[in-house]
RNA sequence: GGCCUUGUGGUGCAAUCGGUAGCACGCCGCCCUUUCAAGGCGGAGCCUGCGGGUUCGAGUCCCGUCAAGGUCACCA
């Protein structure tokens, strides 16, 4: 390997997103790498906007990066003022935090934002260029754009896949300004290449589909050190291409895979059922009210109307609003693609981080779980694999698990309580979640076996139900053990506990109901086992739930005491039948 | 199709200059246990895509082949 060209340079490194949707795994993995990287070397981390695509970006998908990022805690070292949240870019105004997702309310935002393309287009950094290589011939005009000559073999080093060489008779000239748009865009071949060295990066690491577009990037770097005499200005920096994220099937992750996966369960519908039928439940999940709703939450109108379905069936677009849209109302579950997704989902940065710097890197030795320190202190380019690494959803919820659990009790019932206000309103309304103690009780009981944060919501959903909600089936194996078997002895405990229960006080029902079943069961040398199923059924309609003392102090004693008469009344009914 | 790149148990990764493949997730079993988790202990599962070659010896070098990914835009 040839010696670093840039070892004498302080370490710059930089993320350079095109505000076009929003930040997705992949980026975020890269965003991670360039920032761990500059921090390893003491260097600077930059942030760049990359919006000369004047077409397809856009200020929310620019806010969404940045808040993503954000939510990660990967902020640029230097750049302009933050921009404000109102119009994504960087007017200079401190930063309006309104707009932001209550689950980051307290976030940092970080001392800098990021640069713009487009203002310094504007600014005309890159005209002067494309000036001088168009007078020293080795650019033409052609047809109101500007192309560069790519006469030459061009060969370069990059970091993890080493030497790549290609024949002048591979290559192609390419465009560097962009004859649409008015005529004063920089592509963003040209673009990156002046601002990676304006910008003093000596490290340009990116994603893998980069790679032979390197040769233009090089190129370039060769032409301008000439055009300007300034070799030192112009270094070639050291490239960095990072292998692909793939899903288990093989394919490339990609925001694309939501599409896939609502048209397909659209289409099998439609093969099942036939299209009458669909067209019926389709018009079903998207009443007017509905969709006013949804434009309403989405902050801008969203084409749902039957020629924008028929046109999504037939492949004809893969909007995102409509996919999300549709897909909450279809009922389908979308993989998680984006940072917003695990967010969304229920995944701590921590265990994001962490799980995202093993796709295509390692520390060397045996250790998986580390924090951003430890990644910091280790990371190397060396260490970058180079063949693409697949996204393993089980393995990244055992890090979020591991996470979890490792959190103290505080600091888990304060994530909790993020995550309900975001995500949450039933919950949000619901005595045991504005009732503190209750809540530092539901949180003990279940954070060691939350695996993502809306587990033990989910999972004890009857805990926020009305008592009439709750549902009795025996059918099922756990259940019907605990109360028909052995002679329906559960219905006996039940009854038995339903009558010892009566005299407890309300206030300490919980713990005082505990002691009680503990009596009952010395009493009648029957195992505590078998009282405590029979009121989890009675109480939740299954058999799992945290700890019985726990679970009927948050319910209470009215509550329990209604659940247990019902269930009582349930299984009656089951054995007359 | 041209060019570039990759290919280790189901999955994610290890294996410094070539010496008979290790860790984690998942899975299975046992223990613990008032359920579920968690935890403890143990187990099954790759001879390294395939075929040649070099070598005393190759996952690790060479050739071929197959498979996968990337790229060939006035998108980044």
């Known amino acids: 390997m040839p010696a670093d060209p840039n070892h004498n340079r302080p370490v710059v490194t930089r993320f350079a997103p095109s505000p076009t949707g929003a930040l997705h795994i992949g980026g975020a993995?890269?965003?991670?790498?360039?920032?761990?990287?500059?921090?390893?070397?003491?260097?600077?981390?930059?942030?760049?906007?990359?919006?000369?695509?004047?077409?397809?970006?856009?200020?929310?998908?620019?806010?969404?990066?940045?808040?993503?990022?954000?939510?990660?805690?990967?902020f640029s070292d230097e750049g302009p003022k933050y921009p404000c949240a109102k119009h994504g870019c960087g007017c200079g105004k401190a930063v309006d935090d309104t707009g932001y997702d209550p689950y980051d309310r307290d976030r940092q935002l970080g001392d800098h934002g990021p640069y713009f393309q487009s203002q310094r287009a504007a600014d005309g950094i890159y005209g002067k260029y494309i000036q001088r290589l168009l007078d020293a011939g080795k650019a033409y005009e052609d047809d109101g754009a500007v192309r560069f000559r790519m006469d030459e073999d061009i060969a370069f080093t990059d970091a993890v896949y080493g030497d790549i060489s290609v024949k002048a008779d591979d290559l192609e000239d390419f465009i560097i300004r962009k004859g649409e748009d008015g005529g004063k865009l920089p592509t963003f071949h040209f673009a990156v290449v002046v601002d990676d060295a304006l910008m003093e990066v000596t490290h340009v690491i990116r994603g893998q589909e980069h790679l032979t577009n390197t040769t233009k990037h090089a190129a370039l770097y060769d032409a301008l050190a000439e055009v300007t005499g300034d070799a030192e200005t112009w270094q070639r920096p050291v490239w960095v291409h990072t292998p692909s994220i793939m899903n288990p099937g093989g394919s490339k992750m990609s925001k694309r895979d939501k599409a896939k996966a609502l048209r397909n369960s659209m289409t099998e519908y439609i093969e099942k059922n036939g299209r009458d039928v669909f067209e019926e439940a389709i018009s079903r999940c998207l009443t007017p009210q509905q969709v006013a709703h949804l434009e309403s939450t989405a902050g801008h109108p969203v084409n749902l109307d039957r020629s924008s379905i028929d046109a999504f069936i037939d492949k004809k677009h893969d909007?995102?609003?409509?996919?999300?849209?549709?897909?909450?109302f279809w009922g389908v579950e979308l993989p998680e693609i984006e940072v917003a997704d695990f967010r969304n989902s229920g995944y701590l940065q921590s265990a994001l981080l962490n799980y995202i710097a093993l796709l295509g890197w390692n520390p060397g030795d045996d250790i998986e779980h580390f924090d951003l320190d430890f990644l910091c202190e280790k990371f190397s380019l060396e260490r970058i694999g180079k063949s693409n690494s697949t996204f393993d959803r089980v393995k990244l919820k055992d890090f979020n698990a591991t996470a979890v659990r490792a959190l103290s009790h505080d600091v888990f019932a304060d994530r909790m309580v993020r995550y309900v206000e975001a995500y949450r309103p039933a919950w949000a309304g619901s005595p045991i979640f504005t009732d503190a103690a209750k809540w530092r009780a539901f949180c003990g009981a279940v954070q060691e076996r939350t695996h993502v944060l809306p587990d033990p919501l989910e999972m004890n959903a009857f805990l926020i139900a009305d008592d009439d909600a709750i549902a009795y089936d025996f059918a099922p194996k756990p259940v019907r053990k605990a109360m028909i078997g052995n002679e329906a002895q559960g219905v006996t405990l039940l009854e038995e506990m339903l009558a010892g229960f009566?005299?407890?006080?309300?206030?300490?029902?919980?713990?005082?109901?505990?002691?009680?079943?503990?009596?009952?069961?010395?009493?009648?040398g029957i195992n505590m086992g078998k009282f405590a199923q029979?009121?989890?059924?009675?109480?939740?309609?299954?058999?799992?739930?945290?700890?019985?003392?726990?679970?009927?102090?948050?319910?209470?004693?009215?509550?329990?005491?209604?659940r247990m008469r019902r269930c009582l009344e349930a299984a009656k009914a089951h054995a007359s039948a």
């Open 29 to 74: 993995r890269t965003a991670l790498f360039a920032w761990a990287f500059a921090k390893k070397h003491n260097g600077r981390f930059i942030l760049r906007v990359e919006d000369t695509d004047l077409k397809r970006s856009s200020p929310e998908s620019t806010k969404g990066i940045l808040r993503d990022l954000g939510w990660l805690g990967l």
């Open 319 to 328: 909007d995102t609003d409509f996919v999300r849209v549709v897909a909450g």
């Open 502 to 524: 009566a005299d407890l006080p309300a206030d300490g029902f919980g713990a005082a109901a505990h002691t009680k079943i503990n009596e009952l069961a010395e009493a009648s």
């Open 534 to 562: 029979p009121v989890r059924i009675a109480v939740s309609g299954g058999p799992v739930t945290p700890p019985i003392d726990v679970t009927l102090g948050l319910l209470g004693k009215v509550a329990t005491l209604t």
